[in-house]
């Protein structure tokens, strides 16, 4: 797969294009990708997306609190990769090109630029100024400019219409089956190890203390994970805390620690990958650390549990 910063900088053949943010790339996105690939096969041609950086919605609303993301830029790159795009444009999302009508965007970026051949949208569509563009007013243009328009059908699982929204929802109730369910694979996230104040050490439970890359990146509801664990070129299973560690913390932040099992290398300053499995429990307040390690011995047993089962 080919990136592209930008519009202007892309030589495809025969083009035939999507739009969209693609935050979380779930199945629904999976569906519109497949239906992109397939016509750009049959017109002998290449399949381009063009998404976005930052999330439309941090230049739009400034004001509100930060949405965060599903995806980050990287892992959006690896993702589509997979599913076998030729072309993916980053374009850069301005308040500049956020009041950009649908009509000129078609006529001078898509038509005029990328000579596209074909354009592939999903069911509910809208793009450009005040959303203006959607699949009917989009009709008219592919008659004026001659390049042909498909639509995408509703894409659900178990009879739910899939939706970045809707995985939103399900990560920040740490509902982590659902989220994996609509994504189509596991839910992760990437950090550096860094330092922590060593109280796992202490209790028989050492942790990586996790700096995320990307901290717009959307985490589940605090609580207690089995995870798997990608770090210096190996996997792992492990037990995921995020939370605020009530019982030896009164400082109220929130942490990302992993107690990797079997595993006992420094890594500190290393890059990792935690992919959720599935949920444990809630965070909870222990009345000591005796305490606290008992349940930790417990989580682990259900940890291995769970990921033996998957």
Do not use: W
Not at 240 to 246: D, S
Not at 265 to 276: A, C, F, K, M, P
């Amino acid at each position: 797969m080919k990136v592209h910063y930008g519009i202007g900088n892309v030589a495809a053949h025969n083009p035939v294009v999507t739009i969209g943010s693609f935050d979380g790339v779930h199945l629904g996105h999976a569906c519109v990708i497949r239906h992109l690939r397939r016509k750009a096969a049959e017109t002998g041609g290449e399949s381009v997306i063009i998404s976005f950086e930052p999330h439309p919605r941090e230049v739009l609303y400034p004001m509100e609190k930060k949405p965060g993301i599903l995806t980050t830029l990287d892992e959006k790159m690896e993702i589509l990769e997979r599913y076998g795009v030729d072309h993916l444009v980053i374009e850069p999302f301005t308040v500049e090109f956020a009041r950009q009508s649908y009509a000129d965007f078609v006529r001078d970026a898509l038509v005029g630029r990328l000579r596209m051949r074909g354009l592939v949208v999903g069911y509910d569509h809208h793009f450009g100024k005040d959303r203006e563009g959607n699949f009917e007013s989009l009709q008219l243009l592919s008659r004026q400019y001659g390049f042909f328009l498909e639509q995408e059908q509703v894409f659900e699982e178990d009879d739910v219409n899939v939706s970045s929204t809707k995985i939103r929802n399900a990560l920040a109730v740490g509902d982590v089956a659902l989220v994996n369910r609509f994504l189509g694979y596991p839910y992760s996230f990437t950090g550096t190890v860094v330092a922590g104040q060593h109280l796992g050490n202490e209790i028989g439970f050492p942790t990586a203390n996790i700096a995320l890359a990307d901290e717009r990146k959307l985490l589940p509801a605090v609580g207690v994970y089995a995870v798997r664990v990608r770090v210096d070129g190996g996997e792992y299973g492990g037990m995921l805390n995020i939370g605020v560690r009530p019982t030896v913390s009164r400082e109220g932040v929130v942490t990302r620690e992993v107690n990797i099992f079997d595993f006992g290398r420094d890594i500190y300053g290393e890059s990792l990958t935690v992919q959720l499995v599935a949920r444990v429990r809630g965070e909870q307040k222990f009345a000591s650390l005796a305490e606290l390690k008992s349940q930790l011995r417990q989580d682990k047993e259900k940890v291995k549990e769970l990921l033996a089962a998957r």
